[in-house]
T-cell receptor, first 111, second 112 residues
Framework: QKEVEQNSGPLSVPEGAIASLNCTYS??????FFWYRQYSGKSPELIMS????GDKEDGRFTAQLNKASQYVSLLIRDSQPSDSATYLC???????????FGKGTRLSVIA | EAGVTQFPSHSVIEKGQTVTLRCDPI?????LYWYRRVMGKEIKFLLH????????ESGMPNNRFLAERTGGTYSTLKVQPAELEDSGVYFC??????????FGNGTRLTVT
């Protein structure tokens, strides 16, 4: 069974702080990892993709991947109230298999 | 570029009725996916079209669900007859090649 696990939260951080969102997955051979942000009633929006071990930075967002530990995280620096949303971790386990989502972590940034 | 559009945004039907959801992918995207989120659960894969062909329908819950993609453009997902457990948000997503998925805003289905 291919699974993606996330803490559902809510995760509350003060404005300006670093928010750290974590995700683990079940298949060591997985290749592609994504973070989506979803505001209430809206579509999931891709914010980061990562394919190899290490860090990938894009503006205030940093994705970190550790395939040996089967762990992927998302750091949001200088968190803003507008970052308050549900963050979905998603994994393509292999080849042409469909994207598998975690349940999402609800982030609340307090002004 | 227009995004993925879904219609209707909300649907409330009674148990036993039929509902048809529509998805218009981004123009030129060969891949079209249907996903569903049931309350409190993760977004789960239903099926994947490549153009008009069903590439993977392993996530379809049962034969009350029928998806079509005539001409490889828009897609419909019909639920007949609807049951209470079918309530949830149905998302459509599209992509071209190996590019990441773009999602629509979803259709919130409530079966009473």
């Amino acid at each position: 069974q291919k699974e993606v696990e996330q803490n559902s939260g809510p995760l509350s951080v003060p404005e300006g702080a670093i928010a750290s969102l974590n995700c683990t997955y079940s298949d060591r051979g997985s290749q592609s990892f994504f973070w989506y942000r979803q505001y209430s009633g809206k579509s999931p929006e891709l914010i980061m993709s990562i394919y190899s071990n290490g860090d990938k930075e894009d503006g205030r967002f940093t994705a970190q991947l550790n395939k040996a530990s089967q762990y992927v995280s998302l750091l949001i620096r200088d968190s803003q109230p507008s970052d308050s949303a549900t963050y979905l971790c998603a994994v393509i386990f292999s080849g042409n298999t469909p994207l598998v989502f975690g349940k999402g972590t609800r982030l609340s940034v307090i002004a | 570029e227009a995004g993925v559009t879904q219609f209707p945004s909300h649907s409330v039907i009674e148990k036993g009725q039929t509902v048809t959801l529509r998805c218009d992918p981004i123009s030129g995207h060969d891949n079209l996916y249907w996903y569903r989120r049931v309350m409190g659960k993760e977004i789960k894969f239903l099926l994947h079209f490549v153009k008009e062909s069903k590439q993977d329908e392993s996530g379809m819950p049962n034969n009350r669900f029928l998806a079509e993609r005539t001409g490889g453009t828009y897609s419909t997902l019909k639920v007949q007859p609807a049951e209470l457990e079918d309530s949830g948000v149905y998302f459509c997503a599209s992509s071209q090649g190996l590019s990441p998925l773009h999602f629509g805003n979803g259709t919130r289905l409530t079966v009473t």
